[in-house]
């Protein structure tokens, strides 16, 4: 099996967290999200812990809620002593409300309005990621007229094409976020930043990109900061205390991606930065990094029901099920690729190639193409692993399709952490009834 949290049991029923996978379709409905909650503390504490050995003690991960955001992971990550990175004030309202320790936030987004800054200000988050100089000046003048001063990072592209999907290669000079040290423009924003009288640069930021299965980007990145960074000494005097490396690490979705150890990675990494700080006679800043996809995706399994199998002749098979780009639309976005099984059949021979199709109005609506399974009758639970990151946190509403549960497994007991939404939550914000209450 792809990952060790899942197995077959003598019912022949696929196993998730070593609970019977079709008994909790049984009892939630599908589509469903299960979410291993033991894996998630797993992997947090993989980085958490190789973080402080090699790094130090004011080295930690902050685990990227984008990937996956609802209260209950917020709790998880708290009670681990990991911080968070968050991308907008929904985000960070959730966090909120789950009393994470906002003193462990980093605060992200390339377009954060006076209103976010406002929020966040209020709220005491740690860290702003400060993308660009308008962000900068607009924080100077609200922590001015709010008398207060905020830590800041500043987010800068290092150059780095680390050879993923184009939509998620983030550490290029041509990118939306973060200014370029190429261009001379980041250290302009230093220089802007120093004459901030209620900012404090607290240290610099970058992400290369996501779905890494090596170091070297994360390498040639801290290699390319660090030397910012001791210009930013000489030029200065001011020696930054944190070097935030960004997310990235890839996770294995299919039996031909590699499965990487984190912490032989973080080891790696962290050797090459000693070695570089030492050839710049720089002294080690703290190193954070901001982990989403490799804390939550193999954590994460959808099931759905399979309602027909529809061969064309000449042409294919489909096997349609009752969810699909609403609550995973990353195939349809960029043909991402994921392990489809039948869960209700997992031992029998797989003997049938087809489209898992999603039940939407819309022909690009599927979750994978050429995947080959043991035929399913109308009924059967279909698994698709590794959901737990960017499946969740992208789904929307589009044909009025609820969002489906999140179902958290901890130590053969299953909770549920987030309810399927109704059709009543689908309307709450439709005032149409008000309306034609309204005399005309
Ligand atoms: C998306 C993102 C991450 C997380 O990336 P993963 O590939 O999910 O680990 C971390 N930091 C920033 C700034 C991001 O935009």
């Given at each position: 099996?792809?990952?060790?949290?899942?197995?077959?049991?003598?019912?022949?029923?696929?196993?998730?967290?070593?609970?019977?996978?079709?008994?909790?379709?049984?009892?939630?409905?599908?589509?469903?999200?299960?979410?291993?909650?033991?894996?998630?503390?797993?992997?947090?504490?993989?980085?958490?812990?190789?973080?402080r050995?090699?790094?130090?003690?004011?080295?930690?991960?902050?685990?990227?809620?984008?990937?996956?955001?609802?209260?209950?992971?917020?709790?998880?990550?708290?009670?681990?002593?990991?911080?968070?990175?968050?991308?907008?004030?929904?985000?960070?309202?959730?966090?909120?409300?789950?009393?994470?320790?906002?003193?462990?936030?980093?605060?992200?987004?390339?377009?954060?309005?006076?209103?976010?800054?406002?929020?966040?200000?209020?709220?005491?988050?740690?860290?702003?990621?400060?993308?660009?100089?308008?962000?900068?000046?607009?924080?100077?003048?609200?922590?001015?007229?709010?008398?207060?001063?905020?830590?800041?990072?500043l987010?800068?592209?290092?150059?780095?094409?680390?050879h993923?999907?184009?939509?998620?290669?983030?550490?290029?000079?041509d990118?939306?976020?973060?200014?370029a040290?190429?261009?001379?423009?980041?250290?302009?924003?230093?220089?802007?930043?120093?004459?901030?009288?209620?900012?404090?640069?607290?240290?610099?930021?970058?992400?290369?990109?996501?779905?890494?299965?090596?170091?070297?980007?994360?390498?040639?990145?801290?290699?390319?900061?660090?030397?910012?960074?001791?210009?930013?000494?000489?030029?200065?005097?001011?020696t930054?205390?944190?070097?935030?490396?960004?997310?990235?690490?890839?996770?294995?979705?299919?039996?031909?991606?590699?499965?990487?150890?984190?912490?032989?990675?973080?080891?790696?990494?962290?050797?090459?930065?000693?070695?570089?700080?030492?050839?710049?006679?720089?002294?080690?800043?703290?190193?954070?990094?901001?982990?989403?996809?490799?804390?939550?995706?193999?954590?994460?399994?959808?099931?759905?029901?399979?309602?027909?199998?529809?061969?064309?002749?000449?042409?294919?098979?489909?096997?349609?099920?009752?969810?699909?780009?609403?609550?995973?639309?990353?195939?349809?976005?960029?043909q991402?690729?994921?392990?489809?099984?039948?869960?209700?059949?997992?031992?029998?021979?797989?003997?049938?190639?087809?489209?898992?199709?999603?039940?939407?109005?819309?022909?690009?609506?599927?979750?994978?193409?050429?995947?080959?399974?043991?035929?399913?009758?109308?009924?059967?639970?279909?698994?698709?692993?590794?959901?737990g990151?960017?499946?969740?946190s992208?789904?929307?509403?589009?044909?009025?399709?609820?969002?489906?549960?999140?179902?958290?497994?901890?130590?053969?007991?299953?909770?549920?952490?987030?309810?399927?939404?109704?059709?009543?939550?689908?309307?709450?914000?439709?005032?149409?009834?008000?309306?034609?209450?309204?005399?005309?």
């Amino acid at each position: 099996m792809l990952h060790t949290n899942l197995s077959v049991n003598p019912e022949g029923h696929l196993t998730f967290a070593g609970m019977d996978t079709v008994r909790l379709c049984e009892k939630y409905g599908t589509p469903l999200l299960l979410l291993d909650e033991d894996r998630v503390r797993q992997n947090l504490r993989t980085y958490l812990r190789t973080m402080r050995e090699v790094f130090g003690a004011g080295s930690f991960p902050c685990y990227a809620s984008k990937a996956l955001s609802f209260t209950g992971i917020y709790k998880i990550v708290a009670e681990e002593g990991a911080g968070v990175d968050l991308v907008s004030p929904g985000e960070l309202y959730t966090a909120a409300r789950a009393r994470f320790p906002l003193s462990r936030a980093f605060f992200h987004g390339n377009n954060k309005t006076d209103e976010d800054i406002r929020y966040a200000l209020e709220a005491g988050v740690g860290y702003f990621v400060v993308d660009n100089a308008e962000e900068l000046a607009a924080l100077e003048k609200l922590c001015q007229s709010r008398d207060t001063q905020q830590k800041i990072l500043l987010r800068l592209t290092p150059g780095i094409d680390p050879h993923t999907h184009a939509k998620i290669s983030t550490g290029k000079v041509d990118s939306k976020f973060g200014v370029a040290i190429e261009t001379g423009q980041a250290m302009e924003l230093v220089r802007r930043t120093l004459d901030c009288p209620h900012i404090h640069l607290a240290g610099f930021h970058c992400h290369v990109g996501s779905q890494c299965f090596d170091s070297q980007p994360f390498i040639d990145a801290a290699a390319i900061m660090l030397d910012f960074m001791t210009k930013v000494r000489d030029r200065f005097g001011l020696t930054a205390d944190i070097l935030n490396l960004g997310g990235g690490y890839g996770v294995r979705y299919v039996d031909a991606h590699p499965s990487i150890d984190i912490a032989d990675n973080i080891r790696l990494v962290a050797r090459r930065i000693r070695e570089t700080c030492a050839a710049l006679s720089f002294p080690q800043p703290r190193i954070l990094l901001e982990p989403g996809r490799s804390i939550v995706a193999d954590a994460g399994l959808t099931l759905y029901t399979c309602g027909s199998v529809k061969t064309i002749p000449g042409y294919k098979s489909y096997v349609s099920v009752d969810g699909g780009m609403t609550d995973n639309p990353r195939y349809a976005l960029y043909q991402a690729p994921y392990t489809v099984l039948n869960a209700s059949r997992a031992a029998a021979p797989a003997d049938l190639t087809a489209t898992i199709a999603g039940r939407c109005c819309e022909s690009g609506d599927l979750i994978q193409e050429n995947v080959t399974l043991p035929t399913p009758a109308r009924g059967d639970r279909i698994a698709v692993l590794v959901t737990g990151a960017y499946n969740y946190s992208m789904a929307s509403n589009y044909n009025r399709i609820p969002r489906p549960p999140i179902v958290l497994l901890h130590d053969g007991q299953d909770r549920l952490a987030v309810r399927r939404e109704s059709f009543e939550d689908l309307v709450r914000n439709d005032l149409c009834e008000e309306l034609a209450a309204e005399p005309s």
